[in-house]
């Protein structure tokens, strides 16, 4: 069952990314939004941040600062849509990732691709790999990896996190 707060983080998360520098141009060097480049950036972005600084998170500034993403006051920010975030909730430390997704399956199937690709030996989910949620062990701890389509203000999103049980470790952005 999905937490109301969680959902409500994730919304929380995809309004900011809306209206933070939504005018600036992308960063894709030529790629179309939507397109398969487009789509792959955004898998690269959650694979590099918040993959890569599972299970705990306390070098997701450090992680987030070397993908050339922007700090704001609302998280980690690539233009013109994406925002990054770890946040406490339910007993839960999460990294989020809010992402336009004008084909929602293409994203969510790219997403799942890049997890498969970078950890799939340590994926502990069915052998199908269709599922949106998917479990990995890393480091002896279950990380959970939910990937959901959201409609918000007349646009498709992906609302894409990373869940541990417990606190989140106090990392301090990389200076």
Known sequence: MILRSTLFA?????????????????????????DAAWIALRAQIFAQVCMGSAPDFSDVDAKAKAAGLQQTDSGWHMPPEVLVDVLEHDSFCSCFMTMQAPDQGAMIGALHGRLM????????GPDSGLSAVAPFQIEDQEVVSILEPRDFGGETWVAARLSVFGSCAQGEADE
Not at 10 to 24: C, G, K, L, M, P
Request: aromatic fraction near 10%.
């Open 10 to 34: 994730a919304f929380a998360v995809a309004v900011q990314a809306s209206t933070v520098n939504s005018a600036v141009a992308g960063s894709e060097l030529g790629a179309e939004k939507g």
């Open 117 to 124: 690709q970078d950890y799939g030996a340590s994926f502990s």
